[in-house]
């Protein structure tokens, strides 16, 4: 069974950082992307950033210049390096991945999320 561990989070003073992990586990024949997303308190889940099947990245606008994501060699674990936070990055971070298990076909796992929050 695949699983998808986030860690990092927390609480942080705006212009303050944090780098949140993301780990798959499990059985997997291939990871074909992943990418992390936020849920802010009364809004939807929005996309924050990502990896494209060919291995570029992508940002949500917001977080350009801010926020960086890296992986290992193996695409696992992936890391969203966070600076010069603001309030408005509060969101509960989620690690989503498109994902090949051993005899089974592609599927989207989602992790359990972590908060961040950013306070003085």
């Known amino acids: 069974q695949v699983q998808l561990v986030e860690s990092?989070?927390?609480?942080?003073?705006?212009?303050?950082?944090?780098?949140?992990?993301?780990?798959?586990s499990g059985k997997i024949f291939?990871?074909?992307y992943m990418d992390w997303y936020r849920q802010?308190?009364?809004?939807?889940?929005?996309f924050v950033a990502g990896f494209t099947s060919g291995g570029t990245t992508n940002y949500q606008d917001s977080v350009?210049?801010?926020?960086?994501?890296?992986?290992?060699s193996a695409k696992n674990p992936m890391y969203l390096q966070m600076n010069s936070l603001k309030p408005e990055d509060t969101?509960?971070?989620?690690?989503?991945?498109?994902?090949?298990?051993?005899?089974?076909p592609a599927n989207d796992y989602w992790g359990q999320g972590t908060q961040v929050t950013v306070s003085s």
């Open 30 to 32: 291939a990871i074909y």
């Open 91 to 104: 969101a509960v971070y989620y690690c989503h991945a498109r994902i090949k298990p051993f005899g089974e």
């Open 8 to 24: 990092g989070g927390g609480l942080v003073q705006p212009g303050g950082s944090l780098r949140l992990s993301c780990a798959a």
């Open 40 to 46: 802010a308190p009364g809004k939807q889940r929005e």
């Open 64 to 72: 350009k210049g801010r926020f960086t994501i890296s992986r290992d």
